[in-house]
Nanobody
Framework: QVQLVESGGGLVQAGGSLRLSCAASVDIFSITVMAWYRQAPGKQRDLVATITSGDNTGYANAVKGRFTISRDNTKNTLYLQMNDLKPEDTAVYYC?????????WGQGTQVTVSS
């Protein structure tokens, strides 16, 4: 069982930055893939960024060049650095971990970007 706890969300003006953190209850070194998703009101949950156990990363087109996903295995923590935020980035951001057998989700953290 993997428990994930997100933090770092908040209210920021357009053009600002936030860094989200996701603390895991287990050693994340062996977790196959970790990811950030987001869900805006009335919309489906969308993939934002992924990082593998080999540190290969991938990004949704909407966030490429602005967001950076990273992981610190010594702290069992996943991060999402978000720069040049836009109002359309407003959503609840969820941490995800896939251990090769099933997905685990955090409770989400709200990010609100004002124009």
């Amino acid at each position: 069982q993997v428990q994930l706890v997100e933090s770092g969300g908040g209210l920021v003006q357009a053009g600002g930055s936030l860094r989200l953190s996701c603390a895991a209850s287990v050693d994340i070194f062996s977790i196959t893939v970790m990811a950030w998703y987001r869900q805006a009101p009335g919309k489906q949950r969308d993939l934002v960024a992924t990082i593998t156990s080999g540190d290969n990363t991938g990004y949704a087109n909407a966030v490429k060049g602005r967001f950076t996903i990273s992981r610190d295995n010594t702290k069992n923590t996943l991060y999402l650095q978000m720069n040049d935020l836009k109002p359309e980035d407003t959503a609840v951001y969820y941490c995800n971990a896939y251990n090769g057998y099933r997905d685990f989700w955090g409770q989400g953290t709200q990010v609100t970007v004002s124009s």
